[in-house]
DNA sequence: AATAAAACGGACTGCTCACTCCGCTTCATG
DNA sequence: CATGAAGCGGAGTGAGCAGTCCGTTTTATT
């Protein structure tokens, strides 16, 4: 029980779990949470029983993937941050997560299940209100938000408007009039 | 090939389609659509050979339900068409239909999934388009909703809306503001 | 009341899916 | 290299579900 006896871990089992999240991540952005998990193992080329060696359940595999998407989101955040103008950073935030949703259906999905209030993704949901609340904050500062909205809405409204592949800039645009206070007036396109 | 040698349907196979249906729609409406078929039978209190008598595949019980709920729904808009004021008529109605949607998940899961596009529903559909586009008509001429929607954008707006449960009212008072042409002001509440 | 058609219920089937077991392979280490 | 531990794949298991079969009961009719 001295010092570090452990061993350097394995070369493809590294390979090997990275296969699996990239696998995961593709497949759950194209059918949605509810594909056989063979279906992920496959796709990574590798055996259903090296799936549960890394991830003891599904959900587990679900969280790791959401843990990606919002790193993701997290930089379309910060990306956001640097724009200038609070009005057009809220905007873009806007446009940026409603892309993310649309691409993913996976994501879109675990946003409108329970599983995004699970223990395991407390962090992310944390994070992703932390940066939604910074956006918003400086948009309703500086009036081009109404007052009366949170971070905690963004979500379902930006998912609404993700909901229908090929008219999200559309609905978008919709939602954002609808998120101006009353007698703003909309920004030159 | 003689006259009408047919006989009359028995009591008991009557009572107990309407108790399929009952149940159906209470099931489909607290559980949503994934609920096993037993649990439907059970609430009805009926073996599940006669349920799939009735319906012959779980499809078919979710059909009848629709069409029930979009009944409901054409009601919402008659009464809704009888308000004067379009502008009115037109929140009137989105009211009615977020409502529906908020206490039916059935409802509003199979909105948002490929059941919706299956012929079996189709009439359902151009129905409840109709319906949208007659209130939807009246309230753009009046010139209090923009010009760029349509009906079929209606049903995923307001979807949104009722995602969040507690939030519906707010939520489609945002979407009411951004529906309103540019320039345009609220509505006195 | 007698009868046969119609309807009934629930055990059963076949399938899918999350998850496990175990004999075999591959890697890190001396 | 030799070795044994760590990792591997894929057949296997059990649970849950949509849909079927069939012996029994209920109904309308004469």
């Known amino acids: 029980m001295g010092a570090s006896?452990?061993?350097r871990p394995r070369a493809d089992a590294l390979r090997n779990r990275k296969r699996l999240i990239d696998a995961a991540v593709a497949?759950?952005?194209e059918q949605g949470l509810d594909v056989a998990v063979a279906a992920i193992a496959r796709r990574a080329e590798v055996g259903t029983a090296t799936l549960f060696r890394n991830f003891?359940?599904?959900d587990d595999l679900i969280y790791a993937v959401i843990e990606a998407r919002v790193n993701e989101l997290l930089e379309v955040?910060?990306?956001a941050l640097e724009v200038e103008d609070p009005g057009a950073a809220f905007e873009q935030f806007l446009f940026g997560v409603c892309e993310l949703q649309v691409r993913d259906r996976g994501f879109f999905e675990?946003?409108?299940s329970r599983l995004i209030d699970e223990p395991?993704?407390?962090e992310c949901k944390k994070g992703?209100?932390?940066i939604g609340l910074q956006i918003l904050a400086r948009a309703q500062e500086a009036g081009v938000v109404r007052a009366d909205v949170g971070p905690e809405d963004l979500g379902f409204l930006v998912s609404a408007a993700a909901s229908?592949?090929?008219h999200h800039e559309r609905y978008l645009r919709i939602l954002l009039d609808g998120l101006r206070p009353a007698g703003a007036s909309a920004l030159p396109s």
């Open 5 to 7: 006896t452990t061993r």
């Open 27 to 29: 497949v759950f952005a």
């Open 56 to 58: 003891p359940t599904k």
């Open 77 to 79: 955040g910060e990306r």
């Open 110 to 112: 675990a946003i409108h």
């Open 120 to 122: 395991g993704l407390m």
């Open 128 to 130: 992703m209100l932390a």
């Open 164 to 166: 229908r592949e090929g």
